[in-house]
């Protein structure tokens, strides 16, 4: 038996652990503290008397009060989730369709299609945002947002099949044709048997989409224009900077509450998020 | 309840040709076992007959419709799996009434028939707990139970013992045995193992290399396999296997190997006539070997020396060489014999099997 000698543990678990979280969570922290600072400590000379970088003296709710009333950060906020949803949704579906399919039909040329998916998945949106915005051009979707809904799949549709897919392939093929036997069409089993067996992999896979569109800032930026129209990425950057003034207070009020959702969506799932990842039932 | 009928069946992968021309006959309320070494093809045929595999060539009936076309649901048959494939988010209830629940049964007939069935298998308390919550040899039973609450025509068993620990699979095949006799459906059982082919089974079909090799009751296999495969792969221990020529004159045959000189007997004699001058292969079960006592002829003794001794109790695994070749007996748990010990051992004159060295068939 291995005796463990306890600095041991704290060297090689605690302290590494501890300076991780700690280098995590800081820029939250800073978020949270310059979000709250009223603009006279905000602005004070690093060698004012009583100047403390690290903690906020008088804590003020102006900036979020002037980003509300101020900016049309409240549509910012309902058109990123508005487009985050609906993208999610869609790409949740045919990611399921398809990772379904790559992972217990026998076709031809399914191997190629499942590798062509997810090499489309790794050409970098600084790229194809140049060709996407010719098609968005001729649909006339521009500043709209369905220019986004319909752009986000692109990249999302191919990660939610490659998870899928993987989840899929480690659930048993004996329990969907048990299912078959017992008097389900293919359709049937993976709808009764496949999709409930497979809710932590369909919940890991929209947690990731829905937080890769909720962040998404360059077709953000490309396609739409006008202030009110903007995601929360992109609004709090191109209107809370004007020339080479930054409203640091607004700023960070709005990437905090820009945060939220995606770390509630988070925390609520985590547990079903990491089995998702990392492996399934048993049958 | 029905009769199962396999034309001609033939299954090819893209490179392997997994079953090869099978043909067979099964009939109403039998118990039919196919049993073979992994990879023979088994599984496939079993899975070509539920309808979860293309068939690539043949026809499959199942009572008197050719069921080729039919989705699986459609064939009123039900399947056991070696893992048991529970659905894990249901309970046993509910994984026992997904058959009927799909085949729209009226809901107290549903209560009944899961009733019953958990009865039958004495598994009435786990009904609310989820697969998760039970032990493998519960699993089974649930297994079990859920093919048998549908009433189905016939019963596939795919290995479904294979993931319990020995004891358990005991007592579950002499279950199965026992559930079968009071069901009286057609039941296709595949396992690799040969004693649970032969406790089982009415009829085995050995198969090897997608071949059916011999189709037979159990002690028909067992006193005339009809060729090598077969005579080696079922009893444990394996038969002893001895290449020898044929030599003499019609009237006295004899089986000349290196190290062994054996008569033989006028049984066989008129079939290895035509083989005289050739070499063929004999075989001999180990329980018709024993040490030689003053009762037996000249002819069907040899000496040997033994090699290792293996008690097990209610009987002696001896493994012995005579010359080159290794053989094993059979013997009363009374003789007290060392490693190194010169022995005379004797032959059953009845129970001698050849075989053709080129073809491996029964002569
Ligand atoms: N889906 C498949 N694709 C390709 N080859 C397969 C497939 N399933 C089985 N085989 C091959 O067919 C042969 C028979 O397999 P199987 O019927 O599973 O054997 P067993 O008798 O052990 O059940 C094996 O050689 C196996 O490798
Ligand atoms: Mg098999």
Known sequence: MVIERPWKRWVYFYIPLTLFVIGTLFPFYWMLITAIRPDAELYRSWRAVNNAPFWTLHP??????????????????????FIAVISTGISLFCGLLAGYAL????????????????????VPPTLLFIPLAD?????????????????YPTFLIPFCTWLLMGYFKTIPKELEECARIDGATRFGAMV??????????????GIFAFTLSWNEFIYALVFLSSPERKTVPVGVVSEMIRGDIYFWGQLMAGALLGSIPVALVYSFFVEYYVTGLTGSVKG | MAQVLLKDLNKKYDEV??????????RDKEFIVLVGPSGCGKSTTLRMVAGLEEITAGEIAIGDRVVNDLPPKDRDIAMVFQNYALYPHMTVYDNMAFGLKMRKFPKAEIQK???DAAEILGIQDLLKRKPRQLSGGQRQRVAVGRA?????????????????????????????????????????????????????????????????????????????????????????????????GIQGSDSSLTAQGTGIRLAIPPVNASQLGPYKGQRVTLGI??????????????????????DVVEPLGSEILLDVKAGPNSLVARVEPTVRLKVHDGVRLAVNPDRLHFFDMTSEKAI
Do not use: C
């Open chain 1, 60 to 81: 003020t709710l102006e900036h979020f009060r002037d980003l509300f009333e101020k900016t049309t950060f409240p549509h910012w906020l309902w058109n990123t989730f």
């Open chain 2, 285 to 306: 079960r180990p329980e018709d070997l024993h040490i030689a006592a003053g009762g037996d002829q000249a002819g069907y003794v040899f000496d040997a020396v033994v």
């Open chain 2, 148 to 244: 048998i609450v549908r009433h189905p025509q016939v019963f596939l068993f795919d290995e479904p013992l294979s993931n319990l620990d020995a004891k358990l699979r005991v007592q579950m095949r002499v279950e199965l045995k026992r559930l079968h006799d009071r069901l009286e459906t057609t039941a296709i059982y595949v396992t690799h193992d040969q004693v649970e082919a032969m406790t089982l089974g009415d009829r085995v079909v050995v198969m090897k290399d997608g071949w059916i090799q011999q189709v037979g009751e159990p002690l028909e296999l067992y006193t005339k396999p009809s060729n090598r495969f077969v005579a080696g792969f079922i009893g444990s221990p394996a038969m002893n296997f001895v290449d020898v």
């Open chain 1, 135 to 151: 098609i968005i051009r001729n649909f006339q979707l521009g500043n709209t947002p369905w220019a986004l809904i319909l752009t």
């Open chain 2, 113 to 115: 028939r899961v009733q």
């Open chain 1, 192 to 205: 009764r048997i496949i999709f409930p067996i497979a809710v932590p992999g369909i919940l890991s896979a």
């Open chain 1, 103 to 122: 992972a217990r039909l026998k076709f031809p040329m399914a191997g190629a299609l499942g590798t062509s998916i997810f090499v489309t998945y790794l």
């Open chain 2, 17 to 26: 040709h997994a079953v090869k021309d099978v043909n067979l006959h099964i």
